[in-house]
């Protein structure tokens, strides 16, 4: 939220890049994680609806199963209800960054002295043509 658009830009950085390198071990993680809790909290459910209703091992597991799906259609819609104003939030924050990085990126092109700019361009049109000769070769 504080800093300048160059620390915010490299944070963003840092944080795909330690994501990237991480995915396949963060997601394993994440998945087994969610697959424990979820054992964990069945299991429960489980262990109260028997011993409170005496019920056999099928019905405890249909209950079980119609208390967790109202469970995540709780959930869900709490989410549904708070989505767009993260949304919002981000829009704003994302905006307010394109518009400081633009200004920043105006104030230098204004300020650069013109080897600087010439350098710039020629990079640029450089570039641009190895790319029109690779694609039409």
Not at 12 to 18: E, P, T
Not at 39 to 63: M, P, S
Not at 68 to 88: D, H, N, T
């Amino acid at each position: 939220m504080y800093g300048s658009v160059k620390q915010k830009v490299g944070f963003a950085a840092v944080m795909i890049g330690a994501f990237y390198l991480l995915s396949d071990m963060l997601l394993d993680l994440f998945i087994e994680f969610l697959h424990l809790g979820f054992e964990a909290l069945e299991f429960t459910l489980d262990v109260i609806i028997e011993h409170l209703f005496d019920t056999g091992r099928h019905a405890t597991q249909t209950v079980t199963f119609y208390v967790i799906l109202l469970f995540a259609a709780y959930f869900l819609f709490k989410l549904s209800r708070k989505v767009p104003e993260w949304y919002g939030v981000i829009k704003t924050e994302l905006s307010a960054v394109r518009h400081q990085f633009g200004a920043t990126a105006v104030n230098y092109w204004h300020m650069a002295p013109v080897n600087s700019l010439v350098k710039w361009w020629s990079v640029l049109l450089i570039g641009v043509s190895m790319l029109v000769w690779v694609l039409l070769a």
